[in-house]
């Protein structure tokens, strides 16, 4: 079946279509074009996103985006639009003003295409789910994707992928008991994963997500948002050993997490040790910002690894499956790869937990159409359409 899936919960306006099939059993995707319009140019000189400033860009950006993705070769034509069987849009968690507008985009398409189209459907997607489906893109062979990116005009403020192939054919039965890490701006959750149709949230961020955390350690280092990725590269230039941040909840024997008290210690190392009359004027060439950095960076992923790897040993889990912003942090993959000897994004077998580590290529880390669409197909295959309403603080349901 082919879906039309829309994503707007944040800062990234995202449609993709993608041929599904195969059933609960062996899902199977290929991605027939897929694009996305960033707004951080937009959102940046504010050091965050601006909720009506991402509402206002989303409603100009969708029907570009669209138009590149009926434009491109390798995907439907206009006259074939009416081909398109199901219509998946996220309707939670996220920014209501920013998720109406992909709703009233979808709900208006839905509308118009139903009258000759009687058997689409229009599926409300929950954006987590999306990113807990994602390693369903990742596979031994095939990737990472070999992608065409152009420009599509500097108001766009992003990258239209014009090309983008890829099918799923992981050997999924041999997955589970799986534990999948959820890391992002918003979010930081651990599930057990049991299979494609059933989880269990072990623990979850009871103050600010990790990837928060990044961004506002990074705006006190005077680094421009999003944080996350300005971390990543300024730590490697610093030791992460330098300075012993506290690792809050490591110890502790359930799996939550907590990241305002490392973000408060940062806070406090660098009043305490930067001249008050002075800043760091370029934190780029600063040996200094370097090792806070790492040492931040170090300390607040050795959490993640740390609950990972603890849980993995107490559910038996054959696999890790990492996913959402912060599963780019390629410190992140490393310590994760680190902690299964040997396993890699491709499932290769590790031998000290006994289990491979999977997480999607880069493209599908950060919020986009591709997973709004599998997540929806997964999503009619379980039966679980829901109201096609924003709803701003949806949460990841146990199945």
Not at 97 to 116: D, N, Q
Not at 268 to 288: Q, V
Not at 363 to 368: E, R
Request: net charge positive.
């Amino acid at each position: 079946m082919k879906i039309l899936a829309i994503e707007t919960s944040c800062d990234e306006t995202a449609l993709a279509l993608l041929e599904a099939g195969g059933g609960i059993r062996s899902p199977k995707f290929e991605i027939l074009g897929s694009a996305i319009a960033s707004q951080i140019p937009i959102h940046r000189p504010f050091g965050g996103v601006v909720p009506n400033l991402a509402k206002r860009e989303h409603i100009k950006n969708l029907p570009i985006v669209l138009e590149q993705i009926l434009g491109s070769p390798t995907s439907l034509r206009k006259s074939d639009f009416l081909r398109i069987d199901a219509i998946c849009v996220t309707v939670g968690p996220g920014l209501e003003p920013a998720l109406w507008t992909g709703i009233e985009f979808a709900k208006k398409l839905y509308k118009e295409f139903k009258i000759k189209n009687k058997k689409l459907e229009l599926i409300g997607t929950n954006h987590l789910e999306g990113h807990l489906y994602s390693f369903l893109l990742a596979q031994k062979t095939e990737f990472p994707i070999s992608n065409f990116s152009a420009r599509v005009g500097s108001s766009f403020g992003g990258q239209f992928s014009k090309k983008s192939k890829q099918k799923s054919q992981l050997p999924i039965t041999k997955l589970f008991p799986a534990i999948a890490l959820i890391v992002s701006g918003g979010h930081t959750i651990l599930l057990r994963m049991d299979s494609l149709t059933k989880w269990k949230k072990l623990g979850e961020t009871r103050d600010d997500a990790v990837g928060e955390s990044f961004d506002k350690v990074a705006k006190m280092l005077g680094l421009p948002y999003p944080g996350g990725p300005e971390i990543q590269k300024l730590a490697k230039k610093g030791n992460p050993h330098a300075i012993e941040f506290p690792r809050p909840m490591i110890h502790d024997k359930n799996y939550d997490f907590s990241y305002s008290g490392l973000k408060t210690s940062v806070l406090y190392y660098l009043r305490d040790n930067i001249d008050p009359h002075k800043s760091i004027s370029n934190p780029y060439e600063s040996a200094f910002a370097a090792d806070v950095a790492a040492s931040f960076q170090e300390a607040a992923l050795d959490v993640l690894v740390k609950k990972t790897e603890r849980a993995v040993k107490e559910f038996g889990a054959k696999s890790i499956l990492l996913s959402g912003g912060v599963a780019a942090n390629s410190r992140l993959r490393e310590l994760l790869k680190t902690s299964t000897q040997g396993g890699s994004a491709s499932g290769e077998k590790n031998y000290k937990l006994k289990t491979v580590f999977i997480a999607p290529p880069m493209d599908f880390n950060t919020d986009n159409a591709v997973m709004i669409g599998v997540a929806g197909y997964m999503s009619m295959l379980r039966k679980k359409n829901r109201r096609i309403t924003a709803q701003g603080n949806m949460g990841i349901f146990i199945q």
